[in-house]
């Protein structure tokens, strides 16, 4: 995935980040114990955002101290359970999963190349995700093979391959049967998925420039892109309202004031970063 949605650290209470934290262990320790070693490389901060959203506990849930694989010399505090971590665990290998034979198909050689053997690798994994969750699965495959399809006929518009991956993120919530708590559910992760896709397309436009590879905005703005600037700003603000406004018809659980923080701090933040050029450099900082 992307890793664009994450808060902004500055603003959050000591407690919350100890809570996000150990919320960001506990979703590695879920894919491995899932799906194995293989599945916890591609751990990212936007199934973390996930997580939280599907868990609708009122409060946080209980922390035990394990030592992390990554850093072993580490004792880190990590999740125990969480309503929301299996769901975010599999939902993401199924995307990761997809996404690698996606660059497979669309890539250079070396991405291709790269793409292919990570497949392999995650292959197991992906089959015991989509054992889990088949609808997902069903639903990811479709979209990717929509925006394969968009990309391929060089789409001029914005909206329809923004529209194609936002319908991934929306279908990562599994049904609760409370048909007003889904719909809103849904516009949340519809239109933060909608933010990611635009975002990225803008953060990779002059890698894709150089590569000759398909992206909406220079399909949308031939005469260049500083003429869409403002307009996807104005597209960019307006998905993310939308979802401010489905998150506030969401019984805000242990996890409201972290999610709150992403989508009214987290993500201007990261927006301004990466159209003012330093968001590669920050990312990498905090990796």
Known sequence: ?????????????VRQARDYDALYCGLCYTLGRRHGLIARLFLNYDFTFLAMVLDQGKEP???ERRRCPA?????????ACSGGLEDAADAGTILTYWKLRDSVAD??????LAGRALSVLLRPAYRRAAAARPDYDRVVRGCLEELHTLERDNCPSLDR?????ARILQAAAPASGEAARDRAMEQLLYHVGRWIYLVDAWDDLDTDRTAGVYNPIVQRFPDGEEA???YLRTTLRHSLNLARSA????PPGAWGGVVENILFLGLPLVEELVFTGRWKAVKKRKQ
């Open 1 to 13: 995935m992307f890793g664009y949605v994450r808060p902004n650290r500055d603003e959050l209470k």
């Open 61 to 63: 849930p209980d922390s």
């Open 71 to 79: 850093r072993l010399w580490c004792g880190k505090k990590r999740c």
């Open 107 to 112: 890539g250079g050689f070396w991405e291709a």
């Open 161 to 165: 391959p923004a529209d194609a991956f």
């Open 228 to 230: 869409g600037r403002d």
């Open 247 to 250: 998150w506030a018809l969401l």
